[in-house]
T-cell receptor, first 116, second 111 residues
Framework: ETGVTQTPRHLVMGMTNKKSLKCEQH?????MYWYKQSAKKPLELMFV???????ENNSVPSRFSPECPNSSHLFLHLHTLQPEDSALYLC???????????????FGPGTRLLVL | SQKIEQNSEALNIQEGKTATLTCNYT??????LQWYRQDPGRGPVFLLL?????KEKRKERLKVTFDTTLKQSLFHITASQPADSATYLC??????????FGTGTRLKVLA
């Protein structure tokens, strides 16, 4: 399909839990992104990585902690989340950093997260 | 601040008709706009990119226009089919590596 996979697809966690979301891209891209998508809201960019270096932290609370061990893998570590953090979390990749160059972003299927 | 506005009301049209979706942006014109399709429970899939100096772009049954005077892009699907039912997102660049997305417009093509 898109060449970007995400696990798990669904996650239910309590506010005191610690969990991690995983993203893997098989496209040989250099840039990876985390987005949050809440109902009736636009996609919200959270983090941007280029060649494993974080280039953007879009004012995201510290209870979300990204990790990019190599250009193919991206993680989002979650701890002490709030119910309002319940959303669809999407990972995306592009050949190079998007924005000015018009690079196409390839999205994974997302992780549906529910925080109780 | 830069914004992308899409009609959040669902659009229902009859099969075979042309669907037209609107994307309005604020502030200065972006160098390009992108359109994505998103199905329920899935991530967005890229459809088309149109640059500021292009008035119109086509791909099979899809057509996108870019009007910098109106600060608007229109997305058309001709001869629409039930399989075209999905949410369509418009996005613009913001800075070097950010995209700003609209909330999307849900299209339903009735058989």
């Amino acid at each position: 399909e898109t060449g970007v996979t995400q696990t798990p697809r669904h996650l239910v966690m309590g506010m005191t839990n610690k969990k991690s979301l995983k993203c893997e891209q098989h496209l040989g891209h250099n840039a990876m992104y985390w987005y949050k998508q809440s109902a009736k809201k636009p996609l919200e960019l959270m983090f941007v990585y280029s060649l494993e270096e974080r280039v953007e932290n879009n004012s995201v609370p510290s209870r979300f902690s990204p990790e990019c061990p190599n250009s193919s893998h991206l993680f989002l570590h979650l701890h002490t989340l709030q119910p309002e953090d319940s959303a669809l979390y999407l990972c995306a990749s592009s050949q190079y950093l998007s924005g000015a160059s018009g690079e196409t972003q390839y999205f994974g299927p997302g992780t549906r997260l529910l925080v109780l | 601040s830069q914004k992308i506005e899409q009609n959040s009301e669902a659009l229902n049209i009859q099969e075979g008709k042309t669907a037209t979706l609107t994307c309005n942006y604020t502030n200065y014109s972006p160098a390009y706009l992108q359109w994505y399709r998103q199905d329920p429970g899935r991530g967005p899939v890229f459809l088309l990119l149109i640059r500021e100096n292009e008035k119109e772009k086509r791909k099979e049954r899809l057509k996108v226009t870019f009007d910098t005077t109106l600060k608007q892009s229109l997305f058309h699907i001709t001869a629409s089919q039930p399989a075209d039912s999905a949410t369509y997102l418009c996005a613009r660049a913001s800075g070097t590596y950010k995209y700003i997305f609209g909330t999307g417009t849900r299209l339903k093509v009735l058989a």
